[in-house]
Every structure is written in C-alpha cells, then in structure tokens.
C-alpha cells in the first residue's frame, strides 16, 4: 500500500456528513474547511447570514460539498429547527461539532441571571441538544463523531472566567457522558480544549496587546494559537483513525496548560 492510500485509508472524510455550528467564523470554521477538504459534505450552522455565504463560497471555490443554515442556537427552538434543516441537506450527519459559542464574562459579583442563562443556553445546552438529535442515530449506523470546542477556563479560572468557564466545564462533562453511552456503538465523543486563540470571539483580550504578549509566553511554542492549528486534530477526531479515543479532553494550547 502506498503511503498515500494509507494516510487517506486512516484520515479520509470521503462520503461523510458533517455539521459544524460557529462554522462561520474562527476556530469553527477552520474546522469546516477542514473538514471539507478532507472529503466530507459540511453543513455550516451560524447567525450571520454574510459569513455563511463568504464561508460556503469560499469552500465551494475549493471544489469542496457545503451547504449552510442560519439559526438561534440560543433558544430550544432555535436548536430543533436547525437540526432538522441541517439533516435535511445530505441526510443525518455522521459528524457534529459544537463550536458556537458566547463569551461573556463580566466579573463575579456583577454576573446577572441574563448572561448565565444566555450563556448555558448557547455554550452548554444546544450541544446537549444536538447530541440527543444525533448521538442516536449515529449509534444505530454504528459511527460517529461528536466533537466540542471547549476552553481553558474550564480547569483553570483566570481573566474572570464566570459564567463562561462553567458552562465549558460542563461542556467536557457532557462529552464525557456522551462517550459512555455511545461509544460501544462506535461513537467517539471528545473535546478540543484551545489555549488563547486570536478569533473573533477573543476580541476584547486581542485588542489589549500587552496582555496577549503575556499569554504568548506562557506557551511553550512562545505565540498564541490560530484558528488553522485545530485543523488536524478536527480531522484525526472525525476520521477512523481516532476510533479507540472518546470521553477526551484533547487540549491544542501550545503548551499553555503545561507551563
């Protein structure tokens, strides 16, 4: 065997259905492209119906099978109905990402009910939602991958992690739980844990260069991570290769969490 029907034996996406949420701008749409690239139809579900197109246009211009959804994640509804029109493009999936997600985090002391609750709502209960759409039918097929987007916040609290860290700690939790009920039917489930990343949802602490130079240099690799570094632990996690891991917490952090 070549090394190149090896690598794609083990890594190939080929005739996989993929939804990814938050596909549409950082770490989650790098992870839709690269899902895309490695062969799987993707379905993009976001907000902003700009960032969809540009997201699914550009996919397209790379010969690659994407389709998008607009949708509130925020709401139970919001989440039923994008399900169902996400599975509605190719068929069910036999990937989902949950990548969506809010980051509020006001200090302790000033977090009210509205921010904890949107934030649950958004970073915690629509994954859960997902999976209880999917997770099934996924055993039933006998494969699947279910793959989130975590934090560092949830084994650490600094930068008033509230809310936020919360809801990304339950989130780990969650896989865990997904792990143990579908993995003897050959669904993994498991988590990505980013270190300090330059995307949108990082805004505020981008704008602050002192801060991001200090977060820099807690990493091992001495910068801060970029939406494209998630790329190849997305596809090792969606592809057969990953089929003996599930209930992980994988961190892609350049050693932040070590140092």
């Given at each position: ?13 080929d ?23 490695a ?39 919001g989440?039923a ?25 006001p ?39 279910i ?6 916040q ?34 993994t ?43 190849g ?20 952090d ?6």
């Amino acid at each position: 065997m070549s090394s190149q029907a090896f690598l794609s034996d083990l890594f190939s996406l080929d005739g996989r259905v993929a939804v990814v949420t938050g596909g549409s701008s950082g770490i989650g749409r790098a992870i839709a492209g690269a899902l895309a690239r490695a062969g799987a139809s993707v379905v993009v579900v976001a907000r902003r119906e700009s960032e969809l197109v540009a997201t699914v246009d550009e996919l397209a211009a790379d010969g690659c099978r994407a389709a998008w959804v607009s949708a509130d994640l925020g709401t139970r509804g919001g989440v039923a109905a994008a399900a169902e029109e996400a599975a509605g493009v190719w068929g069910e999936p036999d990937i989902l990402v949950s990548s969506a997600g809010i980051n509020l985090r006001p200090a302790m002391d000033e977090l009210d009910e509205g921010v904890w609750d949107a934030t649950m709502a958004l970073n915690l209960v629509a994954p859960y939602l997902l999976g209880q759409r999917f997770g099934p039918d996924m055993a039933e097929r006998g494969f699947g991958r279910i793959i989130h987007i975590s934090s560092q916040q949830a084994h650490r609290a600094f930068v008033q992690s509230g809310a936020y860290g919360v809801s990304k700690g339950a989130l780990e939790s969650l896989a865990r739980s997904q792990a143990e009920a579908w993995s003897p039917s050959g669904v993994t489930c498991n988590t990505l844990v980013p270190g300090f990343v330059m995307t949108p949802l990082n805004a505020r602490l981008s704008a602050d260069p002192e801060r991001t130079a200090a977060l820099a240099a807690r990493t091992m690799v001495g910068r801060n991570g970029l939406a494209e570094d998630f790329a190849g632990a997305a596809v090792f996690l969606a592809s057969r290769a990953s089929a003996y891991v599930t209930g992980q917490s994988i961190f892609v952090d350049g050693g932040f969490s070590v140092h």
